[in-house]
């Protein structure tokens, strides 16, 4: 006989990319399940929260024009610029995320109560002045920044790298 597969399986798409389409915004795949998603060279300076699919674990924003963000704990949660938004205890828990080569200047993932998995950070070559991060990060990469504020260094320190 063969094996039983649950239909949430066949829906769930491992990895989109999405890389190269001369995307402006992003649009909405807030209903798909999606674990991978590769957003980069393309046009984009923010990404709304309420657009991403809550089952993605991995991002991908190389090479766009993104200038800020963040994700505030579970229930207050918002990316991009000046562009908030309320989850009812949820968001996603992302494990990777890699946003080099962009023009951020903050960079805040934070989750109050210390259940985020988030794990690989990436955000070489950005104009990065300040970074907030919860403790459980492995990897953070922050080279060529040439702003970087010095209490980031301290930050590092706590970091388990």
């Known amino acids: 006989s063969f094996p039983t597969r649950r239909s949430s399986d066949l829906d769930t798409i491992i990895k989109l990319d999405l890389s190269y389409k001369k995307l402006d915004s992003l649009p909405d795949l807030s209903k798909f399940k999606i674990i991978t998603l590769d957003l980069s060279h393309n046009n984009l300076d923010t990404i709304p929260l309420s657009k991403l699919p809550l089952t993605l674990r991995k991002l991908k924003c190389t090479n766009n024009t993104l200038r800020n963000f963040y994700v505030f704990n579970s229930k207050n949660s918002f990316f991009g610029k000046k562009e908030k938004e309320i989850k009812n205890n949820t968001t996603i828990n992302f494990e990777e995320i890699d946003m080099s080569n962009n023009k951020l200047k903050f960079f805040s993932y934070s989750f109050?109560?210390?259940?985020?998995?988030?794990?690989?950070?990436?955000?070489?070559?950005?104009?990065?002045?300040?970074?907030?991060l919860h403790d459980n990060i492995h990897y953070l990469a922050i080279s060529k920044n040439p702003n970087i504020n010095s209490e980031v260094y301290s930050l590092l320190k706590k970091l388990t790298l």
């Open 112 to 132: 109050f109560d210390n259940k985020s998995n988030l794990r690989k950070i990436v955000l070489s070559n950005n104009l990065i002045e300040n970074i907030h």
